[in-house]
């Protein structure tokens, strides 16, 4: 924008509506600048000051026009229409966009070595650990979960860092800014913050050292009572009612409330925080937290839904309307072990009302423990036909609030992917030999401390069976029938906290960070995001091999894709045949009503139609 300087006359009006500054010459404002909307303000060091011709709603149905009253600025730049009145203390060293609406805030000010919570870092996992992940703008939960997974690789965590802190160094404003469209209303306190477009703040108490990602097809809202310190809040949040929140990172449209309290943590895409308080905790996509007894300490979540102690109710809750005490994909201590299954259901127990770990059963996913006394029942696959389970695969993306140009972290919703199938694959092979280890006419087989019933390991087998035959169909029906184009994908995969990817292309991703062929933080986004966009190929190539060894074949014959469509079909039809059952179940025990029973088993008759659809698992 061009600025001049004020005319006498200008300088005239201000003075008699009660203006002044300590050096006019140093007030620099727009071509069509006016003066009349000017009250009571007290200017000091440089400002420039827009054009003031426009209105400004301050609530539904009230404008008022736009302007600066009793105010004092120094070091200001405002743009054009924006309405900034009854600020307690001073405005400093801050740049100002268009069209915003300030009223009733005390202090904001941009003080000397501001970071606006960049290059902050954060100790995941173990609360009085180092520091392993570094906050910043773009982070998203696939680059703080690879961060944190190979923080001991020196030469890694050296070039990470190197490439983030060339990335704020680039980036950093000079001074605090607040972007267009922006409303901070009955606020206290506001330092060193960066607020972007289109952000609604409404009563909170302080703002330090704080990134507000807002935009405006996803803003951000802080409401009363909240302090939020040395943070990082990205698009479409809410913060609302006395939050407390201190070196922070939240991701995409993640909603925390209700007096939660947080401090080195990091939320991501969709996550839901109310009541209870996260520490040292890495919350991944679509974690949940709604009491007032729940603390995230020092672990690892996704897809997960936290409880408090004395009303954790496992997955087979069925078909309630509530959805408590979800064990879900990828959760681990500080030390690295997996408290939950890496799969969507984990291995859990509940003894005299508290949740156990049993991260040594880690190698049968959709498993249940059970205590009996001093005996412990692990019931393997069991989550497999759950109504639980069922309702999850379909509500996840539809819970994804995000738009989609601000996805910044990666959700795969597939809840059987060659990570899901591999970690099948191996508890399917672990009951075999046990059953072969132990013959057929036991009742009862010792897998570590635990005890699995014969029936539970037949079932368990049956269960196996059912989700990899409905993987390799649903697989099948989506590619064609031909040899995979490349070996990427043919080994081990992983989940980097919403990514599934190849070992190798996280191996790889490793390596070229180290040696220098990656030399950016866009570089690396960038690389997840090819990773993902080539899930479809890397996922065929594990597949391709997985059906050869299933079915014995050196190749996939049109013959062969007929048979591996029937199976398909014959095991998505028991699959549910046994949610059926398990919803009947939940009926005969009066936990439900009869028309929700009646709407669920309608639901469950319209599967056939999904059998003939290519793109649907």
Not at 262 to 281: K, L, P
Not at 365 to 374: I, K, Q
Request: net charge negative.
């Amino acid at each position: 924008m061009n600025y001049r300087h004020l005319t006498e006359q200008e300088i005239n009006v201000l003075e008699n509506n009660s203006c002044w500054s300590e050096d006019w010459q140093r007030v620099m404002v727009a071509e069509d600048f006016r003066p009349n909307y000017f009250h009571r303000v007290m200017f000091y060091g440089d400002i420039r000051l827009g054009s003031f011709d426009k209105c400004v709603e301050v609530s539904k149905n009230f404008v008022k026009h736009s302007g600066i009253n009793d105010a004092t600025l120094r070091n200001v730049i405002v743009g054009d229409n924006c309405l900034i009145e009854k600020v307690g203390n001073y405005i400093n060293n801050y740049t100002i966009g268009n069209d915003c609406y300030i009223s009733n805030v005390c202090t904001v000010e941009t003080t000397e070595g501001a970071t606006y919570g960049e290059g902050n870092l954060i100790s995941v996992l173990n609360e009085v650990g180092d520091g392993n992940l570094v906050s910043f703008r773009h982070l998203n939960s696939q680059f703080a979960a690879f961060m944190v997974k190979h923080f001991d690789n020196s030469s890694l965590k050296a070039a990470i860092r190197r490439l983030i802190n060339e990335q704020i160094q680039r980036t950093l404003p000079d001074q605090g800014t607040i972007g267009d469209n922006v409303k901070i209303v009955n606020t206290k306190e506001i330092t060193n913050t960066v607020i972007n477009d289109g952000c609604e703040i409404s009563g909170a108490s302080r703002l330090s050292d704080c990134t507000i990602m807002s935009s405006q097809e996803a803003n951000v809202y802080i409401g009363t009572g909240v302090i939020c310190e040395n943070s990082i809040i990205s698009d479409g949040c809410s913060i609302t009612n006395s939050v407390k929140m201190q070196d922070c990172f939240v991701g995409e449209a993640c909603h925390i409330s209700n007096g939660f309290t947080a401090s080195q943590s990091v939320f991501f895409a969709n996550s839901y925080m109310s009541n209870g308080e996260a520490c040292a905790a890495f919350c991944g996509p679509f974690t949940a937290s709604h009491h007032k007894s729940s603390l995230l300490i020092g672990g690892q979540f996704s897809f997960y839904n936290a409880g408090s102690a004395t009303n954790f109710s496992n997955h087979a809750y069925k078909m309630g309307p509530m959805h408590w005490g979800v064990l879900e994909r990828g959760t681990k201590t500080a030390s690295g072990a997996y408290l939950l299954m890496p799969a969507y259901i984990g291995t859990f127990s509940v003894l005299f009302g508290k949740l156990m770990y049993h991260p040594d059963t880690r190698d049968l996913p959709f498993s249940y423990l059970m205590a009996y006394g001093d005996t412990m029942y692990l019931i393997p696959g069991r989550n497999i036909t759950t109504v639980g389970l069922y309702r999850d695969i379909r509500k996840w993306p539809k819970r994804d609030m995000r738009p989609r140009e601000s996805r910044k972290s990666i959700v795969n919703f597939d809840w059987l992917s060659p990570f899901s199938v591999g970690e099948i694959l191996r508890g399917k092979r672990i009951l075999e030999r046990l059953r072969e280890a132990s013959g057929d006419n036991v009742t009862e087989y010792n897998y570590h401390d635990y005890v699995i019933k014969a029936s539970s390991l037949r079932k368990g087998i049956k269960y196996y069976d059912i989700a990899l035959r409905i993987y390799m169909g649903a697989v099948l029906k989506r590619h064609a029938l031909e040899k995979p184009i490349t070996d990427v994908g043919c080994g081990n995969w992983n989940d980097l906290s919403g990514l599934l990817l190849p070992e190798s292309e996280e191996q790889r991703l490793i390596e070229d960070i180290q040696n220098g062929s990656i030399e950016t933080v866009e570089e690396v986004i960038e690389r997840f995001n090819e990773i993902h966009d080539n899930y479809s190929e890397y996922r065929w190539a594990w597949t391709y091999k997985m059906i050869c060894d299933y079915y014995g074949l050196e190749e996939i014959t049109e013959a062969d894709a007929e048979r591996i469509r029937e199976d398909y079909i014959a095991a998505r039809r028991a699959w549910i045949a046994e949610i059926r059952k398990d919803a009947e179940k939940e009926f005969t025990l009066g936990d439900v009503e009869s028309d929700v029973l009646q709407n669920f088993l309608g639901q469950l008759d319209r599967e056939v139609d999904f059998e003939n659809q290519k793109l649907y698992m």
